[in-house]
Nanobody, 124 residues
Framework: QVQLVESGGGLVQPGGSLRLSCAASGRAFSSYAMGWFRQAPAKEREFVAAITRSGGSTDYADSAKGRFTISRDNAKDTVYLQMNSLKPEDTAVYYC?????????????????WGQGTQVTVSS
């Protein structure tokens, strides 16, 4: 089992940047594929970005491509989401997600563990 704790959310102006972190504890972090999802009010939770266990491969939602970067540091048991050029439509609660095994975690039903979420608000 793994526990996930997100941090780094907040209020930012359009065009600004934020870096989210997700610290993991418990079972070996490097055995999990990791991802970020988000959920805006009255909307379903949606995929944002994913990274394989080794960090050698990443995947992004179309809305995130070119603006967001997912990375991980297996020595620190942490996954990051660097978000640049933020837009008001990026406003949501952002969740860290973990999936045991190979591949990427791209769908909510493939997630084995969730963090509690961190609020990101993009507004002037």
């Amino acid at each position: 089992q793994v526990q996930l704790v997100e941090s780094g959310g907040g209020l930012v102006q359009p065009g600004g940047s934020l870096r989210l972190s997700c610290a993991a504890s418990g079972r070996a972090f490097s055995s999990y594929a990791m991802g970020w999802f988000r959920q805006a009010p009255a909307k379903e939770r949606e995929f944002v970005a994913a990274i394989t266990r080794s960090g050698g491969s990443t995947d992004y939602a179309d809305s995130a491509k070119g603006r967001f970067t997912i990375s991980r540091d297996n020595a620190k048991d942490t996954v990051y989401l660097q978000m640049n050029s933020l837009k008001p439509e990026d406003t949501a609660v952002y969740y860290c997600a973990a999936k045991i095994g190979v591949g990427v975690v791209r769908t909510t039903h493939s997630v084995d563990y969730w963090g509690q979420g961190t609020q990101v608000t993009v507004s002037s």
